[in-house]
DNA sequence: CTGTTAGCGCGTTCAT
DNA sequence: ATGAACGCGCTAACAG
């Protein structure tokens, strides 16, 4: 391994003078500079970041905690983050928690052994807070994707659960539903309880009931769970939804398998729509009906929050950034037919 | 911060006893043992990566160097690599090279910089073998994933581009078409000139003629490039393709696009197939009919084989694995009509 | 079974 | 503008 001492033999001056080139810090007369660099292409010399970390506390890593890279909308998160932290000289260490707290807290401490320089995190639930406490211990900045955690003073980059949920709601009641469900994320994740509650709002603002049958309970991960799906399509015809507001993608696809199973027709028999899109093939066949959140703006614009705190050229007030969502009408919304 | 020095004094032992303790190295009593574990826990100890590394020369971190995320077939693959890594306690580097040489090189430099313990590469074409040989010449063990390097030697997962062409080529032929373009990934690519030799050879099997007209370059990237397509509708309708074999996934696409755009329907004017599949939305709208490679086992699989050679468990023979590809047909393919 | 010594490669601090 | 000494946190090699 070629270190500094190497190339500071090679150069004729002190290891610290090669330092001093390398990290562009303190003066250093042109002439020996040179010499340096040369020496430092000759023996094709690359820092050590270990080594380098000791002293300085400085990995140069970040780490982006997600539920699910397998998540179209997580995919392109990761996509932004990575842009961005290589353009900055930062290296990305991924991280996916499975929406599980465990297996967070696992990746909390392997990341706070890594010494990462700063984190984006999507909290797998409001537990997550003893998470962030952990980083908050150790001094590692971090960014929260998407959910929010109440009490936790920190930059943040969201989307708007309440602006979007209303958006797609109005869309199906254009479309004549009055008899909208809703099949919702744990309520132990801020987006699904804002997104059930700009649901019942939304609801009330156009004079519709809420029955309280038509909110069901399901999670966001990739994953058959829609046994409650029954259920819902049992409950008397008068009360039986024409639409369903499916809270994420993953959660839309489940419900539209679970209901051909049953032969029953989307959307001819009922509309299904939801948040977050499906990408790349969607354009091919354009089928669902979604509000699509800027996924790679989430990533990329956290990744540089991030880094300017780690830095220290962010400005001193946490930052919240709201992304805007937008509606994108596909297939598997129809009018209401009953 | 928390050092094996303060849970040495904490326990009344030595700092070497401590480091023994934490990785199971040499005797330690079952005294001492639950004594230093005891300190560990109530001091809320982390070990250091970096420290540790700059001894042990192990950094527990992995890279996974693929073209792009984005893409459905390389985001399983990093979901496999990483459950795999994690596992065994590792963390995963994530990069994503574009298909170009340059920021992969600028990513090698950053990987030896790091000092991983091995690397996960799909290499974004044959020049690629220069960053391969850093990586040797750094003993750090790496694996070939999905693409080949003429003359590196390693551990590899591979594909059957042979025989998945074979395959949804034969399908196409059974379908009744005859005149069958390919558009190709660049021919620095192992994949495609596979294809494109196993393309070649069915046909002959096939007593069809290989016309050159029918044989286009694309590249693998997501990004409309398909400006020849025109010339391959312009030609003769004679020898005009009444079917379009696409080397992956994002070719597919364009094509598809680029069509659509053009006024030509898919299946009914052209079918289009290609390698690899879309996920995890295509079971909604079953549409692109691929051959679809065991992605999550190639990451699994990949890592699963890196680590055993990281910590001397592997065979000392390099192990070639060759996943399976299997055809699914959907509907962008139709009988000939012409 | 346990402890001591030394050094990994680098940057900080203080001199010169 | 440049250099020397020290220590970051840990483990390999050796002693006891």
Redesign the interface.
């Known amino acids: ?1 070629v270190t500094i001492y190497d190339i500071a033999t090679k150069a004729n001056v002190s290891p610290m003078t090669v330092s001093r080139v390398i990290n562009k810090s303190g003066k250093v007369s042109e002439a020996t500079r040179t010499k340096v660099e040369d020496a430092i292409h000759e023996l094709n010399y ?6 380098r ?2 002293t300085s506390k400085k ?3 970040l780490s ?1 905690v997600i539920t ?5 909308f997580f ?2 998160v ?2 932004g983050a ?2 961005k932290a ?1 353009q900055m000289g930062y ?6 928690t499975d929406e599980d707290i465990n ?1 967070e807290s ?2 909390i ?2 990341l ?4 990462v320089d700063g984190v984006l995190i999507t909290p797998s639930q409001d537990k997550s807070k003893k998470n962030l406490r952990t980083l908050n211990k ?1 001094n590692i900045p971090f960014i929260l994707l998407d959910r929010k955690i109440d009490g936790i003073e920190c930059d943040s980059v969201h989307g708007d659960s309440q602006e979007g949920t209303r958006k797609i709601l109005e869309h199906l009641i254009d479309k004549g539903h009055r008899k909208i469900a809703i099949i919702n994320g744990p309520l132990d994740v801020s987006t699904a309880r804002e997104r059930q509650k700009a649901y019942m709002e939304t609801l009330r603002t156009y004079n519709l009931p809420v029955h309280e049958e038509l909110i069901l309970q399901s999670n966001y991960k ?1 994953k058959d769970t829609n046994s409650d799906l029954s259920k819902l399509l049992s409950v008397q015809l008068e009360k039986r939804p024409t639409a369903i507001f499916a809270a994420n ?2 959660i839309a ?1 489940n419900t ?2 679970e209901l051909r199973k049953q032969n029953i027709r989307v959307p001819e028999d009922i509309s299904v729509v939801c948040f977050d899109d ?8 354009p ?2 009906t979604v509000v699509a959140q800027p996924a790679y703006h989430f990533g990329f614009t956290g990744a540089q929050m991030l880094i300017e705190r780690i830095e220290k050229t962010a400005p001193p007030d946490f930052r919240k950034i709201v992304l805007p969502s937008k509606l994108i009408v596909r297939n598997s919304s129809a009018s209401a037919h009953i």
Chains 1, 2 share one sequence.
């Not at 699910?68 to 179209?72: A, F, L, Q, V």
């Not at 706070?112 to 010494?115: A, K, P, W």
């Not at 499906?278 to 066949?285: M, R």
Request: charge should be neutral.
């Open positions: 391994m690359i820092p050590n970041t270990s080594a970390y000791l990995s140069k890593i982006l699910d890279i397998t998540n179209p995919t392109k990761a996509r990575e842009d290589k290296s990305l260490l991924l991280c996916n297996k696992d990746y401490n392997m706070v052994s890594t010494g150790y990739n993608n993953f696809i539209i398998k499906l990408d790349p093939s969607i354009d091919l066949n089928f669902l």
